[in-house]
């Protein structure tokens, strides 16, 4: 092959990976994350979290792998906080945790029936699930009202509005959102920092919801470690004692 022509398959290439590079980053990738700084192991959070999720987002998303029972023995919870916090209605404890809502009115209403979100932590990540909740925007151009930083074009209508309060684009020369801020007689009823806590509780919950055997697992292993450390003394001891009679 001809020197030139591997160099033009090299800028070929580039161009191509520079072309793609931009595109593969979702909406608003260069946005900071922020940080919810939520354990597997804040059964508080996590249950406080579920009930949040039932109380304001159950309407809209299932959780499909995740069943009311399971749900309950890992927060430590009982059937009746099942009953009066999360289930409300008829429901089983066998059950999965489904939304009420008919995919095709999600469609007719907002254009996609809204996802599923049991492994929504693990696909985008606990900060990208925190930050959304935080970064919605007032858009008059969008159908739902608002817009967000994270999904740009998001139809999810801002469904905590009036907790959080509106919040609007600040916006540089070229017309770029490069910050958020409250908009003025459109405050929310909880303080920013109750909302920040609030969302945490929220990830935290599907967090936990798209890995339920983690905390367990992350239990396990410190058993496991420790029992190798006493029984790498144990041989060692053996190994001593074996060796005592033949070495003489
Ligand atoms: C009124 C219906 C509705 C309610 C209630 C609702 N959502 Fe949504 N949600 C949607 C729709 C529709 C989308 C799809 C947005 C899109 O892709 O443009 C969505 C998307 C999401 C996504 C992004 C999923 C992804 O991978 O793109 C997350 C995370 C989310 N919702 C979390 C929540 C949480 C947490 C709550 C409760 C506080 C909640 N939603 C309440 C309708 C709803």
């Not at 406080?48 to 029972?69: P, T």
């Not at 009036?162 to 959102?177: F, I, N, T, Y």
Request: proline content about 4%; some cysteine.
């Amino acid at each position: 092959m001809s020197m030139q022509k591997k160099n033009g398959i090299v800028l070929g290439l580039g161009l191509a990976l520079a072309v793609a590079g931009p595109a593969q980053g979702s909406a608003g990738s260069d946005v900071e994350m922020m940080d919810p700084d939520v354990s597997h192991h804040d059964r508080a959070s996590i249950r406080k979290g579920a009930e949040l999720y039932a109380q304001y987002c159950v309407g809209c998303h299932s959780l499909k792998y995740l069943r009311y029972k399971r749900l309950a023995e890992d927060v430590g919870a009982d059937k009746q906080w099942l009953e009066e916090e999360i289930m409300r209605g008829d429901k089983d404890p066998y059950d999965h945790i489904t939304s009420s809502m008919d995919p095709q009115d999600g469609v007719e209403w907002f254009g996609l029936a809204p996802p599923d979100l049991s492994l929504t932590a693990r696909a985008q990540g606990e900060d990208w699930i925190y930050t959304y909740l935080n970064t919605f925007y007032v858009d008059e151009d969008s159908d739902v009202g608002y817009n967000n930083l994270v999904q740009e074009g998001t139809s999810m209508p801002h469904v905590l509005a009036s907790l959080q309060g509106d919040q609007k684009a600040v916006r540089d020369d070229h017309g770029e959102v490069v910050d958020l801020e409250p908009v003025e007689g459109e405050e929310g009823r909880l303080s920013q920092e109750e909302y920040r806590e609030m969302t945490a509780q929220i990830t935290a919950f599907l967090s936990y919801a798209a890995e339920p055997i983690r905390a367990d697992r992350e239990r396990m292993g410190v058993w496991v470690i420790l029992f190798l450390i006493v029984f790498t003394g144990v041989f060692y001891l053996l190994y001593k004692e074996y060796w005592r009679d033949i070495k003489k």
